[in-house]
Protein backbone atom coordinates (compact mmCIF):
# COMPACT_ATOMS: atom_id res chain seq x y z
CA UNK A 1 0.00 0.00 0.00
CA UNK A 2 2.74 2.46 0.61
CA UNK A 3 5.28 2.55 -2.05
CA UNK A 4 9.47 3.11 -0.69
CA UNK A 5 11.99 4.66 -2.79
CA UNK A 6 15.14 2.87 -2.87
CA UNK A 7 16.86 4.19 0.34
CA UNK A 8 13.65 3.18 2.47
CA UNK A 9 13.61 -0.39 0.50
CA UNK A 10 17.58 -0.78 1.17
CA UNK A 11 17.05 0.35 5.32
CA UNK A 12 14.39 -2.01 5.13
CA UNK A 13 16.03 -5.28 3.64
CA UNK A 14 19.25 -4.36 6.12
CA UNK A 15 16.54 -4.87 8.80
CA UNK A 16 14.91 -7.65 7.57
CA UNK A 17 18.48 -9.80 7.34
CA UNK A 18 19.69 -8.55 10.80
CA UNK A 19 16.47 -9.93 11.80
CA UNK A 20 16.68 -13.42 10.43
CA UNK A 21 20.23 -14.12 11.44
CA UNK A 22 19.03 -13.35 14.94
CA UNK A 23 16.30 -16.10 14.07
CA UNK A 24 18.85 -17.95 12.71
CA UNK A 25 21.31 -17.85 15.75
CA UNK A 26 18.77 -19.44 17.99
CA UNK A 27 18.47 -21.95 15.81
CA UNK A 28 21.69 -23.11 15.66
CA UNK A 29 22.32 -25.52 18.95
CA UNK A 30 25.46 -23.60 20.13
CA UNK A 31 24.20 -20.13 19.69
CA UNK A 32 20.90 -21.23 21.63
CA UNK A 33 22.95 -23.45 24.39
CA UNK A 34 24.96 -19.74 24.97
CA UNK A 35 21.97 -17.94 25.22
CA UNK A 36 20.04 -19.86 27.07
CA UNK A 37 23.34 -20.22 29.36
CA UNK A 38 22.81 -16.28 30.04
CA UNK A 39 19.39 -16.53 30.54
CA UNK A 40 19.74 -18.95 33.04
CA UNK A 41 22.66 -17.30 34.62
CA UNK A 42 20.22 -13.83 34.49
CA UNK A 43 17.55 -15.77 36.67
CA UNK A 44 20.22 -17.45 38.71
CA UNK A 45 21.50 -13.34 39.75
CA UNK A 46 17.74 -12.20 39.88
CA UNK A 47 16.96 -15.45 42.08
CA UNK A 48 19.89 -14.87 44.14
CA UNK A 49 19.47 -11.01 44.50
CA UNK A 50 15.42 -11.89 45.83
CA UNK A 51 17.21 -13.93 47.98
CA UNK A 52 19.65 -11.38 49.12
CA UNK A 53 16.88 -8.77 49.58
CA UNK A 54 14.60 -11.01 51.34
CA UNK A 55 17.47 -12.12 54.04
CA UNK A 56 18.40 -7.84 54.38
CA UNK A 57 14.50 -7.44 54.90
CA UNK A 58 14.36 -10.40 57.67
CA UNK A 59 17.59 -8.88 59.42
CA UNK A 60 16.08 -5.57 59.45
CA UNK A 61 13.26 -6.96 61.12
CA UNK A 62 14.95 -8.47 63.64
CA UNK A 63 16.83 -5.32 64.30
CA UNK A 64 13.60 -3.30 64.61
CA UNK A 65 12.45 -6.04 67.01
CA UNK A 66 15.80 -6.17 69.05
CA UNK A 67 15.55 -2.06 69.04
CA UNK A 68 12.26 -2.30 70.19
CA UNK A 69 12.87 -4.71 72.82
CA UNK A 70 16.09 -3.04 74.01
CA UNK A 71 13.90 0.78 74.26
CA UNK A 72 11.49 -0.71 76.47
CA UNK A 73 14.13 -3.03 78.70
CA UNK A 74 16.22 0.62 78.95
CA UNK A 75 12.08 2.29 79.39
CA UNK A 76 11.65 -0.33 82.21
CA UNK A 77 14.83 0.24 84.31
CA UNK A 78 14.43 3.71 83.97
CA UNK A 79 11.26 3.59 85.74
CA UNK A 80 12.32 1.16 88.00
CA UNK A 81 15.49 3.72 89.06
CA UNK A 82 13.08 6.82 89.03
CA UNK A 83 11.11 4.80 91.60
CA UNK A 84 13.80 3.79 93.85
CA UNK A 85 14.78 7.30 93.74
CA UNK A 86 11.38 8.51 95.17
CA UNK A 87 11.98 5.39 97.58
CA UNK A 88 14.87 6.72 99.21
CA UNK A 89 14.36 9.82 99.20
CA UNK A 90 11.23 9.22 100.98
CA UNK A 91 13.16 6.96 103.40
CA UNK A 92 15.60 10.04 103.27
CA UNK A 93 12.99 12.67 104.52
CA UNK A 94 10.89 9.89 106.94
CA UNK A 95 14.33 9.53 108.31
CA UNK A 96 15.13 13.45 108.97
CA UNK A 97 11.81 13.96 110.07
CA UNK A 98 11.79 11.31 112.77
CA UNK A 99 15.86 12.87 113.53
CA UNK A 100 14.25 16.36 114.25
CA UNK A 101 11.43 15.01 115.93
CA UNK A 102 13.70 12.59 118.49
CA UNK A 103 16.03 16.07 118.83
CA UNK A 104 12.73 18.24 119.93
CA UNK A 105 11.52 16.04 122.13
CA UNK A 106 14.77 15.56 123.63
CA UNK A 107 14.98 18.96 124.09
CA UNK A 108 11.78 19.20 125.40
CA UNK A 109 12.29 16.84 127.75
CA UNK A 110 15.76 18.13 128.91
CA UNK A 111 13.91 21.41 129.46
CA UNK A 112 11.51 19.58 131.52
CA UNK A 113 14.20 17.84 133.12
CA UNK A 114 16.16 20.98 133.87
CA UNK A 115 12.65 22.52 135.49
CA UNK A 116 11.83 19.66 137.73
CA UNK A 117 15.69 19.98 139.27
CA UNK A 118 14.69 23.26 140.00
CA UNK A 119 11.53 22.07 141.97
CA UNK A 120 9.50 23.95 139.15
CA UNK A 121 6.54 22.81 136.96
CA UNK A 122 7.40 21.61 133.06
CA UNK A 123 8.01 24.55 130.48
CA UNK A 124 8.99 27.01 133.34
CA UNK A 125 11.19 29.85 132.90
CA UNK A 126 15.10 28.74 133.05
CA UNK A 127 17.44 30.50 134.01
CA UNK A 128 19.60 32.20 131.08
CA UNK A 129 22.64 29.96 131.54
CA UNK A 130 20.92 26.80 131.76
CA UNK A 131 18.20 27.90 128.68
CA UNK A 132 20.96 28.80 126.54
CA UNK A 133 22.92 25.40 126.82
CA UNK A 134 19.62 23.61 125.94
CA UNK A 135 19.26 25.82 122.93
CA UNK A 136 22.63 25.13 121.98
CA UNK A 137 22.41 21.51 122.33
CA UNK A 138 19.05 21.21 120.62
CA UNK A 139 20.72 23.27 117.28
CA UNK A 140 23.41 20.85 117.79
CA UNK A 141 21.52 17.88 117.26
CA UNK A 142 19.13 19.64 114.49
CA UNK A 143 22.25 20.51 112.75
CA UNK A 144 23.52 16.31 112.95
CA UNK A 145 20.31 15.45 111.84
CA UNK A 146 20.62 17.77 108.52
CA UNK A 147 24.46 16.25 107.99
CA UNK A 148 23.54 12.79 108.51
CA UNK A 149 20.60 13.29 106.28
CA UNK A 150 21.21 15.80 103.89
CA UNK A 151 18.18 16.56 101.34
Known sequence: ???????????????????????????????????????????????????????????????????????RRIREEGEQYRAQMREHAEAKRKALSDCLQNAQHHYTNSWNDSCKSLSQDTQCKLPYSTAQILEQRHIQSRNECFRLYPQ
Open 1 to 71: KQRMNDADLSRELVRMEKKMEEMNQWRDPATRKAKDRIVEEEWERERRRNEFYGRVEEANKDLKAQKEREE
